[in-house]
T-cell receptor, first 111, second 113 residues
Framework: EDKVVQSPLSLVVHEGDTVTLNCSYE??????LLWYKQEKKAPTFLFMLTSSGIEKKSGRLSSILDKKELSSILNITATQTGDSAIYLC???????????FGTGTRLKVLA | NAGVTQTPKFQVLKTGQSMTLQCAQD?????MSWYRQDPGMGLRLIHY???????DQGEVPNGYNVSRSTTEDFPLRLLSAAPSQTSVYFC????????????FGDGTRLSIL
């Protein structure tokens, strides 16, 4: 059975801290790994990582895919209160074209 | 530039009632899917479609029906609502066969009494 596991489940930090969120997966026919940020409503896309693109960076956020360890990390440096959200990891599979989501990490950044 | 539109935003039903959650996208995406989100459970796939006339089951399909008669629309039907179906429902669309991310609607918050 395909599975995506995120850790930690929740995290409280202070502004300016650096956080690392983890995502590990066990799926057949891995195609891609995606990170989303969810605040009040719909998840919004952050990064997609594939075999041909294992590292992405945008401002204070960066992500790396480790295909050997079947995992990915999402780093956020110099956190701000606006980073408070649920961060979701999803893995896309080829063949069936399904996306399997993890349970998410709830991040709270205190001023 | 609407993206993915879900209606209604909120709905309260009584046990045993049926209803349809609507989802429409204007990006000509082949792939569309329905998820439910419950506290501590992340997003769980209910049904998905890789094109008009093609649907398949996800992780939690029981109690739900879907159809895909057009590229734009992918309605989700609750046949006989149960309290266990109280959840937030998200519709998403994507280009499917290519490595492109999904785009999500704003969700429908559904309560079954």
């Amino acid at each position: 059975e395909d599975k995506v596991v995120q850790s930690p489940l929740s995290l409280v930090v202070h502004e300016g801290d650096t956080v690392t969120l983890n995502c590990s997966y066990e799926v057949t026919n891995f195609r891609s790994l995606l990170w989303y940020k969810q605040e009040k409503k719909a998840p919004t896309f952050l990064f997609m990582l594939t075999s041909s693109g294992i590292e992405k960076k945008s401002g204070r956020l960066s992500s790396i895919l480790d295909k050997k360890e079947l995992s990915s990390i999402l780093n956020i440096t110099a956190t701000q209160t606006g980073d408070s959200a649920i961060y979701l990891c999803a893995v896309g599979t080829s063949g069936t074209y399904k996306y399997i989501f993890g349970t998410g990490t709830r991040l709270k950044v205190l001023a | 530039n609407a993206g993915v539109t879900q209606t209604p935003k909120f709905q309260v039903l009584k046990t045993g009632q049926s209803m349809t959650l609507q989802c429409a996208q204007d990006m000509n995406h082949e792939y569309m899917s329905w998820y439910r989100q419950d506290p501590g459970m992340g997003l769980r796939l209910i049904h998905y479609s890789v094109g008009a006339g093609i649907t398949d089951q996800g992780e939690v399909p029981n109690g739900y029906n879907v159809s895909r008669s057009t590229t734009e629309d992918f309605p989700l039907r609750l046949l006989s609502a149960a309290p266990s179906q109280t959840s937030v429902y998200f519709c998403a669309s994507g280009k499917g066969h290519s490595n492109q991310p999904q785009h999500f609607g704003d969700g429908t918050r559904l309560s079954i009494l």
